[in-house]
């Protein structure tokens, strides 16, 4: 795999696990000992950590909001390729929003952050603390999205990427699968 398919696979992934139980509790907390290192978990733990993460994820950009940017930006990259109009833009956005979302694959419902556990040297609390910038970084991405700067996605498309920050730096140097950090 690429690293651009890699990339938007770890975005969608932290999507889908931004958007499972709402929880009112601020930052990730997994109640894994936060100096555990990932390729000690167990399989129990592995899941709690992954039951955790889409809690979180819920909390920082609820399902509906994940799907609105989604929307506004696949109507903002078609509507750059049509002709570039707010309107136009305006009613991708709308139509998207008006479709039903998919129902889940039998078999979804397995978590999966795209970490490869088994090589993961970073602790839970390193773990945790990127995936709470990471989440912050790309609630306010999705909510950065809007039809009315049309004029200036022309010269710069909006993307998905986001730059590893201090605490996704440290932990993708123990494990390198953390946030779509490749590997």
């Known amino acids: 795999m690429t690293?651009?398919?890699?990339?938007?696979?770890?975005?969608?992934?932290?999507?889908?696990?931004?958007?499972?139980?709402?929880d009112d509790d601020t930052g990730l907390d997994s109640g894994i000992d936060g100096a555990k290192k990932g390729?000690?978990?167990?399989d129990d733990e592995r899941t709690q950590f992954c039951e955790?993460?889409?809690?979180?994820?819920?909390?920082?950009l609820p399902d509906s909001?994940?799907?609105?940017?989604?929307c506004t930006l696949k109507a903002i990259t078609d509507a750059l390729a049509a002709d570039g109009s707010p309107e136009t833009c305006d009613i991708l956005r709308k139509s998207c929003l008006a479709e039903?979302?998919?129902e889940p694959e039998p078999g979804d419902a397995t978590c999966d952050l795209g970490i490869d556990w088994g090589s993961c040297q970073a602790t839970i609390a390193e773990i945790?603390?990127?995936?709470?910038?990471?989440?912050?970084?790309?609630?306010?991405?999705m909510r950065s999205f809007t039809?009315?700067?049309?004029?200036?996605?022309?010269d710069n498309p909006p993307t998905l990427d986001?730059?590893?920050?201090?605490?996704?730096?440290?932990?993708?140097?123990?494990?390198?699968?953390?946030?779509?950090?490749?590997?």
Request: net charge negative; hydrophobic share 40%.
């Open 100 to 102: 039903d979302e998919p």
């Open 65 to 70: 909001e994940f799907q609105a940017g989604m």
């Open 162 to 183: 986001i730059e590893a920050g201090p605490d996704c730096s440290i932990a993708r140097a123990e494990c390198p699968s953390v946030m779509g950090g490749g590997g």
């Open 128 to 141: 945790e603390a990127c995936y709470e910038e990471f989440g912050t970084s790309f609630s306010t991405r």
């Open 147 to 154: 039809c009315s700067k049309m004029a200036e996605y022309a």
């Open 3 to 22: 690293p651009a398919p890699r990339l938007l696979t770890a975005l969608i992934a932290l999507g889908l696990a931004l958007g499972a139980c709402k």
């Open 39 to 42: 390729d000690q978990l167990t």
């Open 52 to 60: 955790a993460a889409d809690a979180y994820g819920e909390q920082v």
